[in-house]
Every structure is written in C-alpha cells, then in structure tokens.
C-alpha cells in the first residue's frame, strides 16, 4: 500500500500523446499530448517510463495522429512506482 504521509508532490510534465489515468477519487483525467500538465509524482514517474511524458518538449517533437487511440496509465502502475521510491527512500 502507497504512503499517505506528507503532503501530494506534483511535477509538470510535458504529455507527448494522448493519454488517460485514473485518479484516487475514480474519475478519469485526460491529458492532452502537446500540452504540460502538473502530475501526482507517482504518476509522472510511472508515464516517463512508458513514453507518455517527457519533462520538455523534445525539439523533434510532433502531434500524434488524430487517428490514434489514447494511452492509459493504470492506477496500478502508478501505485507501484510509489511504493518503489518509498522502499529506496528507506533503506
């Protein structure tokens, strides 16, 4: 289970494609790829690692097709990056 000591960090994120998160409360955020977003650092860390997001834009950078789905990133994955920075923050 997730640490719910301290205050929620967020960092911003530069969303490289369209993608969907669940959040604690079960409501579906959308992000929007080409625009920078401030994220729970769980779920900024867990989207870096699939691609989504990018901390700039990257200077080749293009807009996904319109023609493509959005990604989802599970509320699972971004639990487990939680739980993996609070395990290397305590040993």
């Known amino acids: 289970m997730a640490s719910t000591e301290g205050p929620v ?4 994120r530069f969303a490289l494609v369209d993608f ?46 319109i023609f493509r789905q959005p990604k989802f990133l599970t509320g699972a994955e971004a639990i487990e990056e939680a739980e993996l920075k609070a395990l290397q923050r305590h040993a």
């Open 9 to 12: 960090m967020s960092e911003r």
């Open 20 to 65: 969907t998160c669940k959040g604690k409360t079960g409501r579906l955020h959308l992000y929007e790829a080409g625009r920078t977003h401030s994220l729970l650092r769980a779920v900024a860390h867990a989207a870096t690692k699939r691609e989504l997001v990018a901390k700039q834009r990257p200077p080749q950078w293009a807009p996904p097709s």
